[in-house]
């Protein structure tokens, strides 16, 4: 007789490791232990079973559970809510607490998620060390404070650059020099510009209100004068009429 091939010998042991795996899902879907995927719903319905095995007097005390399984007791599930029912369920509800909590501790054990630090201080805590420095340490600090310039340094002059901006500008826009020297001679010849047209205008603004004052005073010399007419020829009517 031909011994088996490898292909043959690899088959059954790839049967052999599929119907244990199912065997092991069977025990923990009969022990409640089994929790199903979103989506996914049990194909074995266990109470159903439990109960058309019950009536045919076919539960053994293994399936059943006799020995604690019908004795009723007061539980909390998973979310902290407090239920009532049978021993078994509450075996069954502590049992998947368990490998809830189990599993979390496996998924940070190997998540990439850096561990939170133990040595954290909470709360007001005074630390004497900042205080207290050690010799050493406080002669090193003063050496380098030492060293350090105390002089005020002037910020470095920088100016507005126009031609680095491509936008469209007024007519009263002017280009300074980049140059400090040039840029100051500009500006004191646009400040001596400047003051010289106000001095224009205030000379224009002089000469204006002069001419309005001018003729103010002539158009109120001429309201007395016709006044004045007006009366010196009631007075010769009035004469007239009464000689």
Excluded: C
């Excluded at 604690?68 to 029912?85: C, I, K």
Aim: proline share 4%; hydrophobic share 25%; aromatic share 6%.
């Amino acid at each position: 007789m031909a011994p088996p091939s490898p292909t043959s010998l690899y088959n059954q042991h790839r049967s052999r490791r599929k119907l244990e795996k199912k065997a092991k899902l069977y025990k923990e879907m009969k022990r409640r232990d089994y929790i199903p995927k979103e989506g996914e719903e049990e194909l074995v319905d266990f109470d159903r079973k439990w109960v058309d095995r019950d009536a045919k007097g076919e539960v053994s005390s293994s399936d059943s559970e006799v020995d604690d399984g019908g004795e009723m007791v007061d539980y909390e599930d998973e979310y902290g809510r407090l239920r009532r029912g049978t021993k078994a369920d509450a075996e069954r509800m502590e049992r998947r607490k368990l490998n809830k909590v189990l599993g979390q501790e496996e998924l940070d054990r190997i998540s990439a998620r850096p561990a939170q630090p133990e040595k954290v201080i909470y709360g007001d805590t005074v630390q004497t060390l900042a205080f207290n420095p050690d010799e050493e340490i406080h002669e090193k600090m003063e050496a380098l404070a030492g060293k350090r310039d105390r002089s005020m340094t002037p910020p470095e002059q920088r100016h507005y650059e126009a031609d680095k901006e491509f936008r469209i500008r007024g007519v009263g826009f002017y280009n300074f020099s980049k140059d400090e020297e040039g840029r100051k001679r500009e500006m004191e010849a646009l400040e001596a510009e400047r003051k010289e047209t106000e001095r224009l205008r205030k000379e224009r603004d002089e000469k204006k209100d002069k001419r309005k004052k001018e003729l103010e005073e002539r158009r109120k010399a001429i309201s007395e004068k016709r006044a004045k007419k007006q009366a010196e020829s009631f007075l010769d009517n009035l004469g007239a009429d009464l000689g």
